[in-house]
Every structure is written in structure tokens, then in C-alpha cells.
């Protein structure tokens, strides 16, 4: 029976009781002078009828005392059998006693500030719980009654008592706690939860009603401001989270939602809260979170435009970030995740079939690249704090991550694709550059040279073709296939490309060698080629990659050592201004020009769009004129 049940669980929390008086008299002597309630929790206790609400202990008991007006002076009576048919005749008198309920009392400003003197200055239980159930009725506002809300005990006089409540919940019980469990503040990442201390036990219920109602309060409230006001006051909520599954839970998946779906400055706040608790509880929570973070990634990728770039730019950094906390777990998600990219691309390239072909020329394929290879740029960095605290440890990782994104590249050598070539060649370059790990990537765009998509001088003009913009496309629409503007669009961009690749090897001592190559191949190209755009950026090009390369070589025409002197060779200029470089110098100038290009675009647009919007305007205004002289004519 449910009776018999709570007396076994109420038996169970007077033994705990006993234990905490018996291992820490001082404690105990602090709840005999400030918290009567929790000693006596259980000797008033009505029936319970759900479930869940055998939880709250001795909150309960507070509630079932206030809207009942009565108690059971004599505590043997709660011991007592009750016989099979009298159960019936005793839930009818407790409907009866739960219609005589006395009315809610009201919170006063009286009442609230002597409650916060309270939390503020002897960081009182007892105050604490008498601000949870006042926040009750804050966090259940608008709500329908139902059998699974919990009861209340208080109603509010007005609004100015229900900020006091809500700021009293959200600012002030969390440091009591705090002291009452010796939670302190950790500047690193080994943390301490409260369900270590000795005390946790007896205030086990008190915190989980507290979260309750702090869950309950998140359904509530739908603005974001709100929102990062809840989070920011209550910055270490986590803890007490880790330590209660069942809540944690709940926590996890609302922030979430508000990782997912809120504005730029919400996602910071959830995902600041979603670090705190992996942190705080890595199992399981740091599994999860790497896990729907990426899930969360990889399904938003699907639609890629300009104005979701930089959304997915920072769930990026946000995968990234989890994956740094335990460096071990990070490994184990990314191998998982390589392998299964190198799964499609192997199954791609066996069936050759539609649907696998699908698979892999995609954004979801190249945003999975651009996650780990990004991972990989971060904590494999050379000489870096991060790869001197364990990342490199990832090192291994890079190898079948650059197999996988060169396979991917090379499935599907034509024009239309050569979006998704620039976007790997890209990841690549910039994984190089960090790792100091040399990836041959000029081939791969000298191919797009030989293409006939850019031996001609272009089959069709189209002025009313806008530059593609390469960054959000993997696949080339069918109108700009031939016309003059893609292929000035690929000229630049492999170029551009290039231009990059050979500036991260600006310094090296190997760079007259790796130069000859690409000057041989690009004047036997200029020679054939008709197209006038292209061999004069290429022309240029050569004519940079020629002074560096004399740059180089004057500078080692001095050293003492052989090239089998791997350390020595590294340093090879180490500690030169790389701004002497000329390849350096040209590359960073056409990045800048780039810039300045793009932010000339980004303000076009926008002077577009506010034209758009006064001629909408004016149009909207004019007809509003047409339909009050029509209405005179009418009269």
C-alpha cells in the first residue's frame, strides 16, 4: 500500500538522520536550531497519492500541514495497519479534508526580504525552502491545474513580490547550498560535486525540488533575454544537475534546445551551460553532448546558405570545444566518425551507384571534414599549448583524415564539382599550416587548368549572371556551366588557392624545389591558353614564386648544416620577419584585397535590400492613398 510504503521511506530518512547526528553532531545541532522541519519530517504526514510527490519529504509535509489546518498529534497512530476495508473510508475523508483546505497564504514584501536577510546572512535551510514553494507558484503562472502539478503553498500579493521570489530562487539559494555542501569554485577543470560531501543525503530532497522547479520554470518562459538571465544567475547549477540523473536529463535536453534554436547570444549562454556539465560529469554527460552536438551539426549542415554559415561555423567551434575537455574521449568520437565517412566514400567508389555518389557530394559530407580537420588545426597545432597538454595525442588522426578528403575529392574530377574540390583544398591548406604537416595539394589544381571548362576563352556571356560565390556552393549551377563569369570565378579561386598553399611553405628551406613544378607547369599553360584573364593572374603568380624562390636560395646559400639535420632545417629561418618574404607580402595583400571585396559585396547588399524595403514602402503607402480617394469618391 502507498501508506506503508511512505512509512518505510520516512523510517528510512529518520535512520539517515540518525547516522548524520552520530558522524557530524555539529551539523545536527545546526538543523535543532534552525531547521525544526527536517528533524520532524514525517511525524504530520497525510497519505501521499502520487508517485513523484514521495520525493519531496518534508516539503510535503509543510504543504499537507498548510492546506489541511490538521496533523496527527499522536505519531503511534501512523504506525498502525490500516485494514484492507477501511482503506476506501480513509481517501474519502482525505477528499473531504482537501475541499475544507484553507486558502494559499500570501507572500508579502515583508515576508521575501526577511526570507533573503536569512539566505543572505546565516544561510538558512529554512529559508530556502520557504522560497522554493513560493517560487512554486511563479513557475507554474499560466498553467491549468492537473493532477501531476504540485501543490502550492503561497500566493503572491503582486508583481514587484514575484521579482523579489524569482530573483531570491535564482541568485541567493544556490550559494547557500554552496556552503552548506563545500561546493567552491574550480578554476581548472577537475571539479568536485556536492553528492561527495557528507551532508548530501539529508538535503538531497531539498535540491531536487529546487530543480524541479527550476525545470519547470524553463518551459515556461520563452524570452531570450530571459533565458540568459536565468543561466547567468544561476551559473552553478550544473553540479547539483550532475549529481541527479533523472533532472540532469531533463536539463540536458532543454539546453539543447536552446543550443539549437535560439538567438546567437542564447547559444553561447546554453552551450557555456552544456561545457559546465560535461565538465563537472563527464559520464555521461560529455559522451552525449559530443554526440547530439555533432548530430545536432551534421542535420543542420543539410541547408547551407549565407545567412546559416555562421551558425554552423559556431557549432563547429562548439564540437570542437567538447572534444577538448577530455582529449581521450575526443579521439575515440573522432576515429568513429572518420571511419564512417570513409565507409561512404568506399561505397561510393565500389557501387558507383546514384545514392552513394549522394552520399558523399553533399554538405553534410564536407561540413563532417571541416569539423575534424578543424579539431585536428586546434590541438595539433605545432608548439602549441594545446598540443603540449595532450593534443597530440590526436596526431595520428590526420593521415586517414587527409586520405578520406582526397578520395572524396578526386571521386568526381568535373567542372560541376569543382566547388567541392576548392572547399576541401581549403580545410587541407589550413590543416598543413597548423600541423606543419606537408599535404601535396598544388596537383590537385593544376588539374583544374587543364579542365575545358578553362582552355577556352569562355562559350557564353551572361550579364545578368552574378560572381558565384564558391564558399556556399558544392556543386555548380547548370546556368553558369560555360559562361565567361564561372570561369573567371574558378581562375580566381584556384589561384587564390594556390596563392595560399604555396605561402604556408613561404619560408621553408625546401621552397626553390617545391616552386619548380608549379612555374614549369603554369608557363607551358600560359603558351597554349587562350584565355587573356587567366594567364595574366598566372603570369603573375610565376613571377612571385620566382622571387621567393631566389629569396630562399640566397638564404641558404650560407647555412652550415646538411639537409639531414632535420632540427636545424626547421628553424631555417625561425626567426626572420616573415614580411620579408615576397611570397608572404603578395599573399597577404590579395587576402586583404579579398576582404575589402567582400565587405564591399556585404554593403551592396544591404543598400539593396533597404532600397527593396522603401520602395515596398512607398508602393504600400500609395496604395493606401488610392484606397482613401476611392472611399471619397464613394461618399
Known sequence: MKRKVLRDEIAEHKRQLEEAMKKDPAFFKYLQENDQDLLKFGDDEGPEEEEEDEEEGDLEAIIKKRQSGKADDDDSDDDEEIPAGEEDD?????????????????????????????????????CVKKVILAFRTVATEGET??????????ELADNQVRNLVLLAFLKYIIPVLNYNLGVKESKGRKVVLPSAHKKWK???VLVKSYLRSLLRFYEQITDDSMIRF?????????????CVPKQGKAYFKRLLSFWTEKSAETRIAAF?????????????????AIKSCYTIYATSSRNTTAYTWSTLSFMAGCVVELCGIDIATGYHFAFVYIRQLAVLLRNAMTSNTKETFKAVYNWQFVHSLRVWSRLLATFCESGSSAEVAGGSSLRPLIYPLVQVTLGAMRLKPSARFFPYRFHCVRLLTELSRKTSVFIPLASHLFEVFESAELRGGGNRAS??????????????????????VYQVG????AIGLLVDWYDGSALSIGFPELAVPAIVQFKRYIKKSKNVVANKQLQQLVEVLEQNRQFIEAKRASVDFAPKDEGKCNAFLSDLDPTQSPLRRYATARRKLREDRIAQDEDEEEEEEEEEEEEQEEEEEMEEMEEDEYEEDDD
Request: net charge negative; aromatic share 6%.
Open 90 to 126: 480513509e481517501e474519502g475523508e482525505q477528499e473531504e479534508e482537501e475541499e475544507e483546505a484553507k486558502p494559499l497564504e500570501v507572500v508579502t514584501r515583508q515576508m521575501i526580504n526577511s526570507w533573503t536577510k536569512g539566505l543572505k546572512s546565516s544561510h538558512s535551510l529554512r
Open 145 to 154: 491545474e492537473s493532477e501531476e502539478q504540485e501543490p502550492l503553498v503561497y
Open 202 to 204: 539529508t538535503l538531497l
Open 230 to 242: 536565468v543561466m547567468r544567475e544561476t551559473e552553478q547549477v550544473e553540479l547539483y544537475f550532475a
Open 272 to 288: 557555456l551551460c552544456i561545457r559546465r556539465l560535461a565538465i563537472g560529469c563527464p559520464s555521461p554527460y560529455l559522451d552525449n
Open 463 to 484: 550579364s545578368s549572371l552574378k560572381p558565384i560565390d564558391f564558399l556556399l556552393h558544392v556543386k555548380t549551377p547548370n546556368g553558369y556551366l560555360g559562361s565567361r
Open 490 to 493: 574558378v581562375t580566381e579561386e
